[in-house]
């Protein structure tokens, strides 16, 4: 689906309404000139990538499934570009070998901007969300991220990271399970993480599986609790913190028309009374 002005893309709900790949390999929804649009209630999967904004192009994607596809389950580059995606649902995004893309849940760089908040964003590949390059800016808002795989080579697996020069924020967030560290900020690349969990993070092969690296950035932690970790292949307890993310639910129920006339119509709150 190639979006070349602004509209709304509306579907009944991610669980009837699938955009799946036929043949060949090209993105699900792709936004390449400066045109807004909005997109809801629909399941994009087996594309490459699931979602591509470029060219100052942006999109509110909300209520969306993103399973399954490659590349990246939604990949935004370029100055003036961006999206924000609610109550959504990223997973089991898979690497590309040629041309080489990590696999990412959410893929943001050369300046573009992303906000991802009240989603899941679970069992992508080498990154579950990641960041780069000078001017790009990214927010994890009450989401979680978890069970990133590691690539072919057993490397990597991170939860989120903030690549070279690029800014991230990351509030009311669990970050766990994921391979190597839950956080980096490398290259020059900065976190603020406030009121989060990082935790049960697992070695890859090269033995590391920390809560939060530093490989040449910067990060600012307020409000978290600390990181529980592991240096074996079992993962550690979880750590006892307050944390109440606002993720009352990740896609919408499906009601057919007939339950929702049923539930609104006055035999049916007749029969309720009685």
Do not use: W
């Not at 990590?102 to 760089?109: I, R, T, W």
């Not at 908040?117 to 069992?123: E, L, P, T, Y």
């Not at 896609?251 to 709150?269: E, L």
């Amino acid at each position: 689906l190639t979006i070349a002005h602004s509209v709304h893309v509306v579907g009944h709900c991610a669980a009837q309404v699938t955009i799946a790949a036929s043949a060949g390999v090209a993105p699900g929804v792709s936004i390449a000139t400066a045109s807004s649009a909005t997109l809801s209630g629909v399941t994009i999967t087996g594309h490459s990538p699931g979602i591509s904004i470029s060219g100052g192009g942006s999109l509110i994607a909300t209520g969306v499934v993103l399973d399954a596809n490659s590349g990246a389950g939604a990949a935004i580059s370029g100055s003036g570009s961006a999206i924000e995606i609610d109550d959504s649902v990223i997973r089991s995004t898979t690497a590309v070998v040629s041309p080489a893309a990590k696999g990412s849940g959410v893929n943001v760089s050369g300046g573009a901007h992303a906000t991802v908040q009240r989603s899941a964003v679970i069992a992508n590949t080498e990154v579950g969300i990641y960041a780069t390059d000078a001017s790009t800016k990214l927010t994890v808002a009450d989401t979680i991220v978890t069970d990133t795989n590691e690539n072919a080579a057993s490397q990597l697996g991170l939860g989120i990271e903030a690549g070279a020069k690029t800014t991230v924020e990351i509030d009311r967030s669990f970050v766990a399970r994921n391979h190597e560290a839950g956080i980096v900020a490398a290259a020059l690349g900065s976190a603020h993480v406030v009121q989060s969990v990082v935790a049960n993070n697992v070695p890859s092969a090269d033995g590391f599986g920390h809560g939060l690296t530093l490989a040449g950035g910067s990060a600012l932690v307020e409000e978290s609790p600390s990181s529980k970790t592991s240096t074996s292949a079992s993962p550690s307890k979880m750590p006892r913190a307050r944390f109440k993310p606002k993720t009352r639910s990740f896609v919408a129920i499906c009601r057919t028309p007939t339950t929702q006339r049923a539930r609104g119509s006055a035999p049916a709150r007749a029969a309720a009374s009685r």
